[in-house]
């Protein structure tokens, strides 16, 4: 079993729909959980990250943490075509400590 | 500038190589990784340095080492390349003051024929 865990997807939005994506991890000690986007070719880049349990927004994104069931998912709400990309959950034990990543979900937005 | 830079950005090397890979900052943080990257796999981290004299195995260092020669650097080296070592590398770096938040460079596109 992998520690971090993503349907490879592509998981395909109308425009202005809500994406809503998932990652589930096999630690129940992990405690900082990572949403990065990655469009084709370039590097990684940090959406948000979430500690407790809940929602957390910004923007027109949201991610959501269920520690008893060890997921945390993101929403993206009104989605365009340029969030058409990777995205890739990450976790890790403690503050500083090292990342682990999913396989990532790549999104496809259609006008 | 970029504040992450990396070189070579491509590199086609033959089976049984040595190779480096080289990593810049500019952002004055201590924490330095690298990640290769491979199709649906993520990225999964090869090494990691939290300071100069601190170097660290991540899960897939195997074929790989790496060295810190200064603060702002920090280079990846194949010893002897084999095919399977064909993959996008990626650095990054982290600030112990902001410990979520890793600043990738470009990548550099490697494939061993």
């Known amino acids: 079993q992998k520690e971090v865990e993503q349907n490879s997807g592509p998981l395909s939005v109308p425009e202005g729909a809500i994406a809503s994506l998932n990652c589930t991890y096999s630690?129940?000690?992990?405690?900082?959980f990572f949403w990065y986007r990655q469009y084709s070719g370039k590097s990684p880049e940090l959406i948000m990250f979430?500690?407790?349990?809940g929602d957390k927004e910004d923007g027109r994104f949201t991610a959501q943490l269920n520690k008893a069931s060890q997921y945390v998912s993101l929403l993206i709400r009104d989605s365009q075509p340029s969030d058409s990309a990777t995205y890739l959950c990450?976790?890790?034990?403690?503050?500083?400590?090292?990342?682990?990543f999913g396989g990532g979900t790549r999104v496809l937005v259609k006008p | 500038d970029a504040d992450v830079t990396q070189t070579p950005r491509n590199r086609i090397t033959k089976t049984g190589k040595r190779i480096m890979l080289e990593c810049s900052q500019t952002?004055?943080?201590?924490?330095m990784y690298w990640y290769r990257q491979d199709p649906g796999l993520g990225l999964r981290l090869i090494y990691y340095?939290?300071?100069?004299?601190?170097?660290n195995k991540g899960e897939i260092s195997d074929g790989y080492s790496v060295s810190r020669q200064a603060q702002a650097k920090f280079s990846l080296s194949l010893e002897s390349a084999i095919p399977n070592q064909t993959a996008l590398y990626f650095c990054?770096?982290?600030?112990?003051?902001?410990?979520?938040?890793?600043?990738f460079g470009p990548g550099t596109r490697l494939l061993v024929l």
């Open positions: 990054a770096t982290s600030d112990r003051t902001s410990l979520e938040t890793q600043y």
């Open positions: 630690d129940r000690g992990s405690q900082s």
């Open positions: 979430i500690y407790s349990n």
């Open positions: 990450a976790v890790t034990k403690a503050a500083g400590n090292k990342l682990t």
């Open positions: 952002k004055g943080h201590d924490r």
């Open positions: 340095s939290f300071d100069v004299k601190d170097i």
